[in-house]
């Protein structure tokens, strides 16, 4: 599927957010972001502790399970507020003190594990593979003509230039033997746009968004890949300091996101599935949200392999990801806990 996003806004309000609301209000630090209003309701009265978390806009599925919650107040349920912050064009998001939690893509940790952050990776909840169509502006028409051209991506390093990267190896095409510069642009939609207008050569699209590029007389290099090609996973990071500080906040929002996982997968709640593919990642069509369900994994433990090969790749961007220990950054003892006390199991066996 597609992937890419980055300024803030906040979720667009569900039905169940325009039922009389009531603003929350709880730790939230003093980010500029609007508060996100949840219904009034036994959970959220009797919720005391709130998180902010950054999201990146359009990075992949498992922003699906963010949406999940706060749609279906599991948040809430679980005794914590949550505010969810998008974070739009060609920007990595960033943890703060104020923003502590992050449902971002693997890569982006990595970077900012780079730059000297302490950040924990303590859910993955997807393995994105490399998917979509290469498509390219006419008068190209073979590989050998993307030489000297320009791509988009959302940003440099993280998700879709990854996948860009993969892409044009399964073309014989290097970068930068090549010259193909890899511009970043935002999210699916801002890309879509600066193809249309001629600002870049290609970009990797979804199926649908090549459909009407073709329609236009874009053409496709690539649309078949070798199966189980990875290109980035996507998770909840949170800066190591709150962690340290916030463990039970922290246990909270897994364990919603965890029954938000379970009610994806369970396969009975589908119209509440294809109202948070709609919200998360504009996606409508039953086709499309059912591919991107097999990218979310049953047991999300973070894994030291995929970590390792996202590394190695974005090492060629920013050399510095390469002294990141990345077993220091993986934290699984939430996802551990609750697979191993019944509860993952309990709450899939509630959504079968």
Known sequence: MSLVGGAAAIWPLTARARQPAMPVIGVFGTGTPAPLYFAASKETVMAEKGVSIA?????????????????????????????????????VPRLTADVPLGMIGEPAALLQTAEGADLRLVASFSDIKLSGHLVVRPGIKTPKDLRGKRLGARVIGAGLWISTILALEQLALDPQRDEITILPVGNPVQIFRALEQGEIDGALVSAAQSRELQAKGFAVLLKDYPPNISSFGGGLVVSNDFLLNNRDVVAQVVHALLEALALCLGGQNKAKVRLAFNTALSITDDETAASSLTELRRKPYPSLAPLAKMQKVISIHDPRVLNVSVVDLIDDQFVRKFDEDGELDALYAAYR
């Open 55 to 91: 999201y990146a806009d359009g990075t992949g599925s498992f922003l699906v399970l963010l949406a999940m919650a706060e749609q279906q107040g599991l948040f809430g349920k679980y005794g914590v507020k949550v505010r969810s912050v998008a974070v739009k064009g060609a920007t």
